[in-house]
């Protein structure tokens, strides 16, 4: 079983930063420097890309479920360094249509729907314009 399997995705995106920065680190100190760019590229490959569809369908939901700021920027810039941004737009894409889903069959919070749409629409402009249309 692969550390990847055993650990949350938090616990796993933070075990890979520690681990490409002790390579760094190792790299800077040990071996020749025209040896670091292909040992990243391949503890990138080995520790990132093999794993990006199982990170995003494993944890990506929960990090914005529950605004894991830290989490996201670390999945973020981890994703940046082999270029799988694209994966984890359609990620992004795909939770905001599952998000917007959620929002419009829930008829409790229908009931708010016309106000909660002019403020995303109008932004912070809006807002207080917004405390005119709510009850006293």
Known sequence: MTYM????????LKHVESRLNEEQDRCKIYL?????KPLIATAERQLLERHISAILDKGFMMLMDGHRIEDLKR????????????SLRQALSM?????G???????????????????????KKASPRMKDF???
């Open 101 to 123: 889903q959620g929002l419009v069959m829930d008829e409790e919070k229908d009931k708010d729907m016309n106000l909660r749409l002019l403020l995303i629409q109008y932004g």
């Open 5 to 12: 399997q055993q650990s949350d995705v938090p616990d796993y």
């Open 134 to 136: 709510a009850s006293p």
């Open 95 to 99: 939770y905001i249509r599952r998000t």
């Open 32 to 36: 020749d420097i025209s040896t670091k």
């Open 75 to 86: 999945i973020y810039s981890l994703f940046l360094r082999v270029n799988a941004l694209e």
